[in-house]
């Protein structure tokens, strides 16, 4: 089996991505891996010149890193007891194409994410990051289904 020296996981904090995660974190200890744990901030619709009351645009960008930066650390204190060798990046964009570009930037051997398993209507309405990422990956990819029964 190939020895991973770099492992990027991305996590949108759902029960699915913390699933994938947590095979992510087991293999980069098994291989000794650096462990990159990607959030992607789904870049929101932009609002400017429409009238949303309370609140700027630029404001709300602020709110939304503000809260994926706590929830962040509040994952990696509860999942990162004894695991010390892992960075961390959140940035905007669509979650596809900035999976594959920090895979890119940080030199990762292997892919690791969750998929919602979306099927029928949902699946074409949405799309599937997961499937996005793996066809157009250049670096292996491991997809992890949360089961029903978990």
């Known amino acids: 089996m190939k020895n991973f020296s ?11 991505s913390d699933n994938a995660f947590q ?8 291989f000794t891996a650096h462990l990159v744990i990607l959030h992607v901030i789904n870049e929101p619709i932009d609002l400017r010149g429409f009238y949303v009351p309370h609140i700027s645009y630029e404001k709300l960008e602020e709110e939304i890193v503000e809260g994926a930066e706590k929830m962040m650390q509040s994952f990696c204190r509860l999942h990162l007891d004894d695991f010390s060798d892992f960075e961390t990046a959140i940035v905007p964009g669509m979650p596809y194409e900035q999976i594959l570009q920090q895979a890119d930037d940080s030199g990762a051997d292997l892919i690791v994410l ?11 309405l949405f799309g599937s990051t997961a499937e996005k990422v793996v066809r157009k990956s250049k670096f292996p990819v491991l997809t992890v289904r949360l089961d029903e029964d978990d």
């Open 114 to 124: 969750g998929t919602h398993g979306r099927t029928g209507l949902d699946h074409v």
């Open 6 to 16: 770099t492992i990027l996981v991305a996590v949108d904090f759902s029960d699915s």
């Open 23 to 30: 095979l992510a974190l087991s293999m980069a200890q098994k």
